[in-house]
């Protein structure tokens, strides 16, 4: 077998679901919606704000040839089959936290993987790598979608034919010329169900979206929640899945069921526990994952904020205690969901 034909076999075998190829060559179409973008403030702050080194991989490895692109599904059983079976019986003070944000850090996991494909490529090619997990200057859906792993959906999400839009992305940057994939023809038929879900209207038109709006940003800001988006939050603790959930791309999809996503111990979403979250009880939960990126509370005041709404009649008291909770954050979200309480 070919280098790369090696590489899929080794990445696959490793637990990698989707390997595609494609050139280092600039990505001058995505550049124009970028800078557009940027001139109307829809750049999201949690993006880099270099757009020359979105776009031109050379930037982040000089003299890079090849883009190596893979895809992970993250969703295990527990979430999908349990919580989809379970959702109409659900405590009404369980809280949501996004699927993604549920189990074992993707940035640790994955970057791990692609050292182990940047190690085996090296036995075999000399060359130069760089790894790129989410964090990284990348314009990655873009790459993904050059090497054939899938296309973007109307909500901006990428998605791959076998796993949905339930996938982690990262990239190989390398010197070494690897023959490039051709895309593939886009599943979405236009059918707007993610537009129309979208309780803040984030999606503004199919593949538009202001990250300003989004509740998945929304619960992961620091400081107060905007008055504006408290009631759409819902039951809400962490990111959103609604346009994700409603996409008929995403209704019959593969559970790779990878168990090293799988947390050591599941996060709370008991909302009252989560409200009173201790230090050591945060560390326990929440540290390995995604969910815990932002701190301990950050997810209580969302918690909070859930309580609000849901207006359960034996949280009263407590939202009343939270009123004089150390954090101000803490302090000034439950005295506005004390005050939706009793605006009932």
């Not at 930037?59 to 969703?75: D, H």
């Not at 996004?98 to 182990?116: G, N, W």
């Not at 407590?318 to 101000?328: A, M």
């Amino acid at each position: 077998m070919d280098i790369k034909q090696d590489i899929i076999y080794f990445s696959k075998e490793i637990g990698l679901d989707k390997v595609g190829f494609t050139t280092a060559k600039p990505f001058l179409q995505e550049k124009e919606v970028l800078l557009e973008r940027k001139a109307k403030n829809l750049i999201s702050p949690f993006e880099e704000q270099d757009i020359e080194i979105r776009c031109d991989p050379e930037k982040s490895l000089p003299g890079a040839k090849t883009i190596i692109c893979f895809a992970m599904g993250y969703l295990i059983y527990s979430q999908s089959s349990l919580e989809a079976v379970s959702s109409h019986i659900e405590s009404r003070s369980e809280g949501k936290i996004s699927r993604y944000a549920q189990v074992k850090d993707y940035h640790v996991i994955l970057s791990e993987k692609l050292r182990h494909v940047v190690d085996f490529i090296s036995k075999k090619r000399p060359g130069r790598f760089k790894i790129i997990v989410d964090t990284g200057s990348l314009i990655e859906k873009a790459a993904a979608r050059r090497a054939g792993l899938g296309w973007i959906g109307e909500n901006t999400c990428f998605f791959t034919p076998e796993l949905g839009s339930w996938i982690f992305l990262g990239e190989i940057l390398t010197d070494i010329e690897i023959e490039p994939d051709s895309h593939i023809e886009s599943n979405c038929n236009g059918c707007g169900s993610c537009v129309s879900a979208c309780p803040t209207g984030a999606l503004m038109a199919p593949f538009q979206i202001n990250p300003y709006r989004c509740l998945s940003y929304i619960t992961q800001i620091r400081g107060h929640i905007p008055e504006e988006f408290r009631k759409a939050l819902g039951d809400r603790v962490f990111g959103c899945d609604t346009c994700q959930e409603v996409c008929p791309c995403n209704q019959k999809v593969k559970i790779p069921n990878h168990k090293e996503f799988i947390p050591d111990i599941p996060a709370e979403r008991d909302l009252e526990k989560l409200a009173i979250l201790s230090k050591q009880d945060f560390n326990m939960m929440f540290n390995n994952i995604a969910a815990g990126w932002r701190g301990r509370n950050v997810i209580r005041r969302n918690a909070v904020c859930a309580l609000g709404n849901l207006r359960s009649e034996n949280t009263r008291n407590l939202l009343k205690v939270l009123t004089k909770d150390p954090s101000e954050i803490v302090r000034e979200q439950a005295r506005w969901s004390l005050q939706n309480y009793l605006c009932r």
